[in-house]
């Protein structure tokens, strides 16, 4: 009889003790998952987006973002259209040219004349600049142009690979897409017209 009650004494004991390590380890396991502010947030889940979604560009520090809408090739003449977009939820203000800089395919860059107005390249993109305001979402439009002209043999013909633009002097300037080489020839300038305001 002694020896049974010590059996179940010694069964009570051990179940107890088990009791209160299991409680023991499940608080702590769990510890943080309560909301305590003591443990760094969880991580948050990776999230792909859906194939089907187009992503929205951001908008640059600017406030605008300036793409070219593709060129026009006619008996040498090069035209080049550019388009500068308000995306911020302020209005933003231009009065003037594009600042253009053409370089090589090692970005480095061709030392041009740039026309405003583009009077010695060709005609009818000689308007004078002026005030716009831009609300989110409006446009600007302007163009660029230039000749693959060689009217001289002595001097080697300048064809750039890539294009930057800003909206106006000491504006950060954006790359955009030339649509093919700036295959200038040497003739050592290129001409733009002013910022206009788009129609629909």
Same mark, same amino acid.
């Given at each position: 009889?002694?020896?049974?009650?010590?059996?179940?004494?010694?069964?009570?004991?051990?179940?107890?003790?088990?009791? @209160? #390590? #299991?409680? *023991?380890?499940?608080?702590?396991?769990?510890?943080?998952?309560?909301?305590?502010?003591?443990? !760094?947030?969880?991580?948050?889940?990776?999230?792909?987006?859906?194939?089907?979604?187009? $992503?929205?560009?951001?908008? $640059? +520090?600017?406030?605008?973002?300036?793409?070219?809408?593709?060129?026009? +090739?006619?008996?040498?003449?090069?035209? %080049?259209?550019?388009?500068?977009?308000?995306?911020?939820?302020? $209005?933003?203000?231009?009065?003037?040219? !594009?600042?253009?800089? &053409? %370089?090589?395919?090692?970005?480095?860059?061709?030392?041009?004349?740039?026309?405003?107005?583009? /009077?010695?390249?060709?005609?009818? @993109?000689?308007?004078?600049?002026? !005030?716009?305001? %831009?609300? /989110?979402?409006?446009?600007?439009?302007?163009?660029?142009?230039?000749?693959?002209?060689?009217?001289? $043999?002595? &001097?080697?013909?300048?064809?750039?690979?890539?294009?930057?633009?800003? !909206?106006?002097?000491?504006?950060? *300037?954006?790359?955009?897409?030339?649509?093919?080489?700036?295959?200038?020839?040497?003739?050592?300038?290129?001409?733009?017209?002013?910022?206009?305001? +788009?129609?629909?």
């Amino acid at each position: 009889m002694i020896s049974l009650g010590t059996a179940a004494r010694r069964r009570v004991v051990a179940a107890v003790a088990a009791a @209160f #390590l #299991l409680t *023991a380890c499940t608080t702590d396991e769990h510890r943080d998952a309560g909301g305590d502010p003591t443990g !760094p947030p969880p991580p948050r889940p990776a999230t792909t987006p859906s194939a089907s979604a187009d $992503p929205v560009p951001e908008c $640059p +520090a600017s406030g605008v973002r300036i793409r070219s809408t593709g060129g026009d +090739a006619a008996m040498g003449l090069r035209a %080049l259209g550019l388009e500068l977009v308000n995306c911020a939820d302020r $209005p933003y203000q231009l009065n003037g040219y !594009p600042v253009v800089w &053409v %370089l090589n395919e090692q970005r480095k860059p061709i030392i041009l004349r740039v026309v405003n107005g583009a /009077k010695e390249i060709t005609s009818g @993109f000689d308007q004078p600049p002026q !005030p716009i305001t %831009l609300h /989110k979402g409006e446009r600007a439009v302007a163009t660029v142009l230039w000749r693959n002209l060689v009217t001289d $043999p002595t &001097v080697v013909a300048t064809a750039g690979a890539y294009l930057t633009i800003a !909206p106006a002097a000491g504006q950060p *300037a954006e790359e955009v897409d030339p649509h093919g080489p700036v295959d200038v020839g040497n003739t050592g300038r290129i001409g733009v017209s002013a910022w206009k305001a +788009a129609t629909t």
